[in-house]
């Protein structure tokens, strides 16, 4: 039995190492999940912090379990408050919207009710607790 | 004025160094991979046009609001009660924390204002309400 080996010589190809690498790559491309996540920013007021308002600077936006806008008193449909509160910004610029929402509000109501506002470029909103 | 050039530049372009540039490739997308740490409640999310990105996934807290009212944090259902405890740990250790509530669109508001109250005792004020792109 002939045992004697010739040693040629240890090298690891790499060749193929190029190809590797771009498995390991194209793999983490395709799993990479990129959902940032998206939504409205919003932020509440600190506990405790009441400020004292004049009555003419807020504008009271009222909505119901049926998702029914009340914009200061007067009906509002959900689609028309963006221009309503346009209009009423760019009488009063110091205006500041306060939401009010009835504890059986669906909550995309609600969402779409801030996003009108949002869309208005109103800046100051306030939650009030529900009612 | 001699006009024939001969051309010597090797038309090769260099591949040796390609491995190197795909392994720091592969490093980049390895380290910046953040895989989803929680599964959350199955909900449904409202449509919004004006929406921002969220700052940084690190900074993010998520509550779910299912549809039937179940509270979930990291996967744990939770009492609404108890939101202010675990959000001002959270709070405490990092002050950019911004917390995303994930509600479902016909989740009713009353527990949706109880997370507010929570969070505002909690100092946990930055807001984002999760919502996917509404098409014009």
Redesign the interface.
């Given at each position: 039995m002939n045992k004697k080996r010739r040693f040629k010589g240890g090298e690891i190809p790499?060749s193929s190492?190029?190809d590797i690498?771009?498995l390991?790559?194209i793999f983490?491309?395709v799993?990479?999940?990129i959902d940032?996540?998206?939504?409205?920013?919003?932020?509440?007021?600190?506990?405790g912090e009441e400020l004292e308002i004049k009555k003419t600077n807020i504008l009271n936006c009222l909505i119901n379990s049926q998702g029914n806008v009340l914009l200061g008193g007067d009906p509002v449909a959900l689609k028309d408050v963006n221009k309503e509160i346009r209009r009423r910004l760019a009488e009063n610029d110091k205006l500041i919207i306060s939401v009010k929402?009835?504890?059986?509000?669906?909550?995309?109501d609600?969402?779409?009710l801030?996003?009108q506002l949002?869309?208005a470029n109103a800046t100051r909103i306030s939650?009030a607790?529900?009612e | 004025m001699k006009l024939n050039r001969k051309v010597n530049i090797s038309s090769d372009i260099p591949t040796a160094s390609m491995p190197d540039i795909i392994f720091m490739l592969l490093i980049f997308f390895m380290v910046t991979t953040v895989l989803r740490e929680y599964s959350g409640l199955d909900v449904e999310l409202p449509k919004a046009k004006r929406i921002q990105k969220l700052k940084s996934k690190r900074h993010t807290a998520h509550i779910w609001l299912s549809k039937q009212g179940q509270i979930s944090i990291e996967d744990k259902l939770v009492r609404s009660e108890n939101i202010r405890h675990i959000m001002y740990a959270k709070r405490a250790a990092d002050p950019q924390l911004t917390i995303s509530i994930k509600a479902d669109k016909s989740a009713r508001m009353g527990l949706v204002s109880d997370i507010h109250t929570e969070l505002r005792k909690a100092d946990a004020l930055m807001l984002n309400y999760s919502s996917k792109t509404a098409i014009e």
């Open positions: 790499t190492m190029a690498a771009f390991l790559l983490f491309l799993t990479t999940t940032m996540d998206k939504g409205l920013g919003i932020v509440l007021p600190a506990e929402a009835h504890k059986k509000t669906k909550y995309g609600y969402v779409s801030i996003d949002k869309r939650i607790d529900t | -």
